[in-house]
């Protein structure tokens, strides 16, 4: 007689099949994040903006839909973002060789599965885990992109046709990459979740040996997986060009790392088995909103990466906690049935604890966000308020209908290249100063290293926010100016500032001095400290800064002009990193003993090559180059540097926020000749270009005159 004591395992609901890993907890977070930041700023919640979180989510998006598919199988591929800038600069070359753009676009989705395809082949045949394999693509496709580019090259001038992929909309309103990722989205979703080739990633996941046992090929699964992850790669490398409207070998540089956060976060397990691609999705949303929101509000950007990590963290710990397998079946579970050993045993309570601690986490950080965006103008209405029911208490006083809240404040956005570089933290001295001489509310927010792509989604948070003007720094003028264009289009004025854009993408440019009177003092300073005859080396920031590149040009040009007997070692990039510029200093005097002066363009680089002609006890070559007082005074009173050359960096940014008030009221207009600048007096504006002066030296004589 059968023992029918034991309940029998049934089909689970289908709420549990389309949330196996609780992604509706992660559904909840990402609605109260939706709620406090629509309650923050009140752009957040309109469509421009949901399509905009779409835009900026699309390359990420991309990577992780690939990643899901080879993490489900307990693999990962950590070169996704190096395989976006070898697809970059695979299309940009192909294009300028003459071939047919969409042509180009196949070849370069063809490499992208190439790619995948070579990781199966290792993982498969070979045995190597997927760790080590992608871990040496990761360097290897960047390598090659840069060993392609020299480093230093970068494709532009791409058709319309091609761009439309990245920058234009449908019917004015819905962006091309959403429909796109979209229908790759629903594409993906039923490949993994409707067909036997889903299902067998998640055996393999679970028990590859078993999976084996039981008829699947692991071998060519595991590989298609890989080949669909590297496609995805090369799609979201194609979307960045068309993006930005520009191919570089540092494309896609970090990328990896988020679309992996945004495949964790949504419950995929790091060791296979388990994940969705909604849950992917969801993840990926609650990271790009998060960015967005805060951005919007006028926070930094570092505050979303801080809490990028936070999430990340405790998303990990939850799903450890959630889903860990017991050590000891209930007593009304049989242990004969190995589908309840992982069955979660968790009590109501400690479910309802989970909860309230994540959404009370999420509460916590908008409300703080909430706080902030709004504690400017908080005590204005109270001031306001307090006015009103004075006046009214006494007779004859204004009627209720004269309080109003107060008048909008005047909003102007400063985005420096890289917000980390001692340069720009002097300028933003200056530009807090104008601020509060004007009276206006400043942002200032950029990447921490240059980068375009980055740059760009800063401006477009500002653009949906409604910022009154933008100041530009341009780390690209190609990327950057499309999108300062669509702010021209919106009714904000636009200027640049210390590198240039596009003339059509802004209405005047402040110039700290002219990239010919920059290099051309550059080129003298170092000529005389060698003597007028000797080989010289530059060390400059990236060898795709376009404005440094024109200062370079100007060095070279004067050298052979007026200095004749100055000849050209090298030119080595510190990536606007101190302890780079000092690596590649040290690699200069040893590859070229006999350079006499080094000329480092960069504000971080000049005391890196100091502190590597120090380790080196090289006093016989001298230097010079464009950094602050602040990080040089040491080694100039030690002769390790002989000179800097620089401008007043305060006054720069100082002068950027007066001309940017100055545009926005109409008090500076096309064919102006001068400007009045506050304390800086007035200056003179040639065609488009307001210069702020003659470049100035700084050495052991003067620098202590100095404090930025």
Not at 215 to 227: I, L, N, Q
Not at 416 to 431: E, I, L, R, T
Not at 612 to 628: F, I, P, Y
């Amino acid at each position: 007689m059968a023992d029918n004591s034991l309940p029998l395992p049934g089909r689970p609901s289908a709420f549990a099949r389309f949330c196996p890993s609780g992604e509706w907890v992660l559904a909840l977070v990402l609605f109260v994040e939706v709620a406090a930041f629509a309650f923050a700023h009140p752009r957040f919640l309109t469509l421009d903006n949901g399509f905009e979180i779409a835009r900026l989510a699309a390359e990420v998006g991309l990577l992780a839909f690939g990643l899901t598919f080879v993490i489900k199988t307990g693999g990962i591929d950590l070169s996704v973002g190096s395989m976006m800038g070898l697809v970059a600069v695979t299309l940009g070359g192909a294009w300028s060789l003459g071939l047919p753009i969409w042509l180009a676009v196949l070849f370069a989705v063809a490499l992208g599965a190439a790619g995948g395809a070579l990781h199966g082949l290792l993982i498969t045949h070979l045995r190597v885990p997927p760790l080590i394999v992608t871990l040496g693509t990761f360097s290897l496709y960047r390598g090659l992109a840069e060993a392609f580019t020299g480093g230093a090259l970068s494709y532009t001038g791409f058709p319309a046709s091609f761009l439309a992929l990245g920058q234009n909309y449908l019917g004015g309103w819905l962006p091309v990459q959403f429909v796109v990722v979209g229908a790759l989205f629903l594409a993906l979703w039923v490949l993994l979740h409707r067909t036997v080739f889903g299902r067998e990633l998640g055996v393999i996941g679970h028990n590859a040996a078993g999976a084996r046992f039981a008829g699947v090929r692991v071998g060519s699964v595991t590989t298609r997986a890989y080949v669909l992850c590297g496609a995805c790669a090369a799609l979201a490398g194609l979307i960045y060009v068309a993006r930005i409207g520009q191919a570089k070998a540092d494309a896609g540089l970090g990328y990896e790392l988020t679309a992996i956060a945004a495949v964790v976060l949504g419950g995929a397990s790091i060791t296979g088995g388990r994940g969705t691609l909604h849950g992917t999705a969801l993840g990926l949303l609650c990271l790009i909103v998060l960015q967005n929101g805060l951005r919007l509000a006028g926070q930094p950007s570092e505050i979303a990466g801080l809490l990028t990590g936070g999430v990340l963290i405790a998303a990990i710990a939850a799903a450890q906690f959630l889903f860990r397998p017991n050590a000891r079946p209930p007593a009304s579970t049989s242990t004969s049935d190995p589908q309840n050993s992982d069955e979660l045993t968790m009590k109501n309570t400690q479910l309802a604890l989970l909860i309230a601690a994540i959404l009370g986490g999420a509460a916590l950080i908008t409300w703080s966000n909430l706080f902030l965006a709004r504690s400017v103008t908080s005590a204005g209405w109270a001031a306001v308020q307090a006015a009103h029911s004075t006046t009214t208490a006494a007779p004859g006083s204004p009627s209720v209908a004269a309080a109003q809240p107060p008048a909008a404040r005047t909003v102007l956005a400063l985005t420096p290249k890289a917000k980390a570089d001692p340069y720009f933290v002097s300028c933003k001295q200056g530009a807090d100063e104008a601020a509060a001489e004007l009276d206006v509310d400043l942002l200032w927010d950029a990447p921490t290293d240059p980068d375009p792509a980055k740059q760009t989604e800063v401006v477009e948070a500002w653009i949906t926010r409604g910022v009154d003007a933008i100041a530009a720094s341009c780390a690209s003028p190609e990327a950057l100016s499309s999108v300062l264009r669509k702010a021209q289009e919106r009714g904000i004025k636009v200027i640049a500032w210390d590198a240039d854009a596009k003339p059509d993408a802004r209405s005047f440019f402040v110039n700290q001095a002219t990239a010919e009177g920059i290099g051309f003092t550059l080129a003298d300073e170092g000529a005389r400290l060698a003597g007028g005859t000797g080989r010289y080396a530059i060390v400059t920031a990236s060898l795709t800064d376009s404005n440094q590149n024109e200062w370079i040009t100007f060095i070279k040009a004067r050298m052979a002009e007026k200095h004749p007997g100055m000849s050209l070692a090298a030119i080595h990039p510190s990536e606007g990193q101190r302890d780079r510029a000092m690596t590649e200093t040290r690699n200069i005097i040893r590859a070229y003993p006999d350079v006499k002066v080094i000329i480092a363009v960069a504000a971080p680089a000049v005391p890196g090559a100091a502190e590597a002609l120090k380790q080196e006890n090289r006093r016989d070559v001298k230097l010079t180059g464009l950094s602050v007082p602040s990080l040089c005074k040491a080694y100039v009173h030690d002769d390790w540097i002989q000179s800097i050359v620089l401008w007043n960096t305060r006054d720069l940014g100082y002068l950027t926020v007066h001309a940017a008030q100055a545009v926005q009221k109409g008090d500076l207009k096309p064919g102006a000749t001068a400007f009045s600048a506050g304390r800086l007096g007035t200056l003179k504006v040639e065609n488009d270009q307001i210069i702020l002066g003659k470049p100035f030296i700084f050495d052991r004589s003067n620098i202590d005159q100095f404090n930025f």
